[in-house]
């Protein structure tokens, strides 16, 4: 049996990853559903993924919620794309965008990096 992934889009901030089950099952088996979330806030970001147990059940499911209104707010509901690898970064700063500095004198410090930075040993 073949798995197939959805993207759930346009959602509003209040839908859970149960509410995608509920309303998705009305057309087939619901495999999983999710609601994705911010990392710091823990705050819905308005999109989220289902995935149906049939691509038959998932094709009745875009054809049935694709502009389907929720609250207030035309779902978009398509197949979900493969995700794309992004480079990761190191969270604050990253690449060579300022912070700490060593060499062969006292070390210096660059706030807000790249050009037109501050350089607490910059020289006017």
Do not use: C
Not at 39 to 55: D, H, L, Q, Y
Not at 77 to 86: G, I, T
């Amino acid at each position: 049996m073949e798995l197939k992934k959805l993207f759930v889009g346009n959602l509003p901030y209040s839908t859970t990853g149960d509410d995608l089950r509920a309303l998705f099952s009305e057309v087939g088996t619901v495999e999983s559903a999710m609601v994705i979330s911010d990392r710091m806030s823990g705050r819905s970001k308005g999109f989220g993924f289902v995935e149906m147990a049939t691509i038959e059940e998932a094709e009745a499911a875009v054809a049935k919620f694709h502009n389907y209104d929720l609250n207030g707010r035309p779902m978009i509901v398509n197949e979900a794309r493969p995700q794309e690898d992004r480079p990761r970064t190191g969270g604050f700063g990253g690449g060579n965008r300022g912070g700490f500095r060593g060499g062969d004198r006292a070390p210096r410090q660059s706030f807000g990096g790249g050009n037109g930075g501050y350089d607490n040993d910059a020289r006017f």
